[in-house]
């Protein structure tokens, strides 16, 4: 194949060969493409590395843990899954990786903290790839090139991407699914009807991981049939064929794990959107994610985005963008993952500004001899964004991947390392519900108890996990009247200094501590993670 002519202008609106180059087997016409999928790869792999820190628990308790179960025969399954709310697509994936693990005797702590992560950083890498790819059909190379810079440093992808949550795979399948579809390009006549066919399975696979995606799938579906001749055809030989025969195959696989007949789209939007159940867990003002939740996560790349969203008059990803923002802002409860989807697209249209930064400037005879150079010539605007944007953001990933929040998956690694060795019989986790890591990190089938936060029927009924924060110490009074004392417990600093005295009444001491976190989240700080084990006199 032969190579793309670089444009005569370094404006990425003259690339006019996308649509002729694009096939949906070989996403890129250009030899480097290997090199820059190995690029994406080494560096997601040191990323899912380096990130050692907790973030949100879905990450173990609705992916991990119920794949544990499933592998080795013992973990523990939360509500949602009592209640026929989660897919099992997601878990099956990293249930294979245990299965493969323990095949070849790697079920070893290191590797079961691990491994995980490291697969979901070649999907990451893959990710990656195609908004790479995405960039170029769309704005050219030099875009592409400045849209990866953006996805690889910006400190929000760096920090979630690599983690085992089915918004970190939502957001790959969702980018990957953008790339093919024909109403994106400037000439969706050129694209290969098959393209469309492969845009609608990834489509469908990204809502049978997580059904809020089809809140993309629907902004993307009716720009496709407005600009698509033959509606009928599209509507009912291609997008309900292929979405039922993916969510058929979703269905099946839930049938045999549930044991029953269990349509989880359903039961998912039933208690998220129509019964607002997710607002148990904190609401938000309708305006968070525009003053805070996607501005935090765009950082000092937002500017960038915004003038890339103008400058690029290409309004339908801008557009894409704004329409999940606003369907989501609709929502009492909000969470930064939620619209991680469209963290790339953002980022891509940071791409096309930081591309054209200072280039309106030069010659068009300074262009075409730029243009001799395999590297471009950079502007001093280029170069001091690229400064700002690096010491804004590393930093920032570096600290929320490697310190922030890492005592309670020490904790679990701690222990597992104990339990391993026969140390560990049992242990009581005194914390907010789902604060640590479970059996998916300690791979030991011992006793554990942790405080429950399943939602009550009734409103005003506190769980037993907020019972514990609103009084520690009488909790713990009633609650040994009917416990067997295990032999470790953990707990943050916060509640020991109320419970100091309890302890060493019933014998428990301090054998290990763990640094959590320099400031508070959402709860008073919780500096530190506390191991008591019990010694009897």
């Not at 001491?509 to 506390?530: G, T």
Request: aromatic share 14%; hydrophobic share 45%; net charge positive.
């Amino acid at each position: 194949m032969k190579h793309r002519k670089p444009p005569v202008l370094i404006s990425p609106a003259d690339d006019d060969d996308s649509n002729k180059k694009f096939t949906s087997k070989n996403p890129s016409p250009n030899n480097s493409s290997h090199k820059i999928f190995l690029l994406c790869l080494v560096t997601r792999i040191i990323n899912s590395l380096l990130v050692q820190t907790y973030f949100n628990p879905d990450e173990h308790w609705q992916s991990l843990e119920v794949a544990h179960g499933i592998a080795f025969g013992y973990g523990h399954l939360t509500w949602e899954w009592k209640k026929g709310i989660r897919s099992y697509l997601h878990p099956v994936l990293f249930a294979a990786l245990y299965k493969v693990l323990s095949f070849l005797h790697l079920d070893t702590p290191w590797f079961m903290i691990r491994a995980p992560r490291l697969l979901q950083s070649v999907f990451a890498a893959i990710g990656d790839h195609y908004l790479y790819e995405l960039s170029r059909v769309l704005f050219g190379n030099n875009v592409a090139s400045w849209a990866l810079f953006a996805q690889l440093t910006n400190w929000f992808v760096f920090f979630s991407i690599t983690r085992t949550l089915s918004n970190s795979l939502e957001t790959v399948l969702t980018v990957v699914s953008l790339y093919y579809w024909p109403c994106l390009r400037a000439s969706p006549a050129a694209v290969p009807p098959r393209s469309r066919k492969l845009a609608l399975a990834v489509a469908a696979l990204a809502c049978a991981v997580r059904p809020t995606s089809a809140i993309t799938w629907i902004y993307i579906g009716f720009l496709e049939l407005f600009i698509t001749r033959d509606k009928l055809k599209f509507v009912l030989l291609e997008v309900v064929p292929i979405g039922g025969l993916v969510l058929g195959v979703t269905f099946l696989l839930d049938r045999q794990f549930y044991g029953s007949w269990v349509i989880v789209p359903l039961n998912f939007l039933k208690f998220n959107f129509f019964s607002s159940g997710g607002d148990y867990y904190g609401t938000h003002p309708w305006h968070w994610y525009m003053t805070q939740g996607f501005t935090v996560m765009l950082f000092t790349y937002l500017p960038f985005s915004v003038a890339g969203g103008i400058k690029s008059k290409e309004w339908k990803l801008p557009g894409l963008v704004v329409w999940v923002l606003g369907i989501y802002s609709l929502l009492g409860h909000k969470e930064f993952r939620f619209v991680l989807p469209v963290l790339p697209i953002a980022l891509m249209l940071s791409g096309y500004a930081l591309a054209n930064l200072g280039q309106s400037k030069m010659s068009e005879r300074k262009v075409r001899e730029s243009l001799n150079y395999r590297v471009r010539r950079l502007s001093k605007m280029q170069i001091l964004s690229v400064l700002f944007l690096l010491v804004t953001n590393i930093p920032m990933a570096l600290y929320m991947s490697v310190i922030h929040q890492r005592g309670t998956e020490d904790v679990m690694n701690f222990l597992s390392k104990e339990a391993k060795e026969n140390k560990v019989e049992s242990i009581l986790f005194l914390t907010p519900c789902h604060a640590t890591p479970y059996y998916s990190t300690l791979h030991q089938n011992i006793p554990m108890r942790f405080l429950d936060c399943t939602p009550s029927e009734e409103k005003g009924i506190l769980d037993e996990s907020d019972r514990f924060l609103e009084d520690p110490f009488g909790f713990m009074t009633k609650f040994v009247r009917n416990w067997t004392a295990p032999s470790h417990i953990v707990l943050f600093d916060s509640q020991e200094k109320l419970l100091k005295e309890f302890l060493v009444s019933n014998n428990f001491y301090e054998i290990r501590r763990f640094f959590h976190a320099h400031f508070k989240v959402d709860r008073e700080l919780q500096a530190s993670v506390v191991v008591y084990a019990f010694q009897a006199q």
